[in-house]
Structure formats: C-alpha cells, structure tokens
C-alpha cells in the first residue's frame, strides 16, 4: 500500500509564505533563489509543459535553519513556479509524522520534496541533497555509526566540508537539482 498524504494537502505554506517567515537564512535563501538560472532552455520548458497536468501536488519538508533547504529549496521553487503544481511547506518540527515516513539512512535529513497525485498518493520523493553530496554522507554514516565516538565531531566537520566541494562553488549544482527533479517526475 502507498502512502497517502492527503490529509497534509492544503497545510502547508505556500512557497512565499515560507520565504517572509524565515526569521533566519532568509538572505541566503533569497541569493541562491534570485541567482538561479535554467541550464537549458529543454528543462525549462518540460517543467512549463506540466501546467499540462493537473493531476500532481509537492509537499516539502523543510526548515529554515537547515544549510540543505537553504541551498536547495530555491532551486525546486525556481523549478516549479511556472509548472502550475501546487507547493507547500510543511515545517518539520510541525510534521514529524511525515518526515517519519522518509527517513534517509534512518534519519530526519531535509528538506525531502514528495511528490503525490490530487488525491494525495505519493508518486515519489527527492532529497534532502544530490545524489553526488548525499553519498557523502551516507559513507560518512557507514563509517562512523557511533554518534559517541571521541572523534565524530571532527570526522562530521570533514565530511560536511566535502559535501561543500561536492556542491561546487557558485550555482552550478542547480542544475543536477533540475535533472534529478525531471527525472523523477518523468518517471510518474
């Protein structure tokens, strides 16, 4: 049985609303969102096309003290604000029912942005980072279960640097964003 989320439709904030209640990172978030730019003019146009469907619906997960929605987020409302699918937010620490349902590597790690049909049956999911920036981390878990380990924090510290290099400098990981995000969508 698939997971149904209708109960969460019409919830949450729309993608605005999120923006000006940001009480932190709100600067950032603007600079990645005002920065973006489509890669091409075909990923462009295949998200204007899915004003052509009305049958999808995108709940995000998210906070704004989070880095990852703070560099990610801007990207899918970029991505979808001509696309006619509604977005909302659903705050985490408002939602843990629904991120309990999308735990990646057995954790809470935003933002995940869930994809459901009108009746709120979810199609698929995407996040909390790029495939590229979340193997970091996930071989960092691998490595280093034991959250107690003398050495954890300093072993993080370097693994949250690579995934700083892994992102890149500059907004060039919009695009893998982009790709990722069609590709998921093409696949419902």
Known sequence: ?????????????????????????????????????????????????????????????????????????????????NSGVPVEVLIIEQNYDVIDQFLTGGGRAIPIVVFTDTGGFVLGHWGPRPKNVQAVMTQFKKENPDREAPDYNEKIQVARAEMGRQYGEGNGYHAVIVKELRDLIESF
């Open 1 to 81: 049985m698939s997971t149904n989320l209708a109960s969460k439709l019409r919830t949450g904030l729309k993608p605005q609303q999120f923006i000006d209640s940001m009480e932190k990172n709100q600067e950032q978030f603007l600079a990645y969102y005002n920065g973006f730019e489509w890669d091409n003019e075909e990923d462009k146009e295949y998200f204007d096309s899915l004003n052509n469907r009305d049958d999808l619906r995108c709940l995000i997960i998210a906070a704004e003290w989070c880095g990852d929605v703070v560099r990610n987020v801007p990207v899918v409302f970029k991505a979808l604000e």
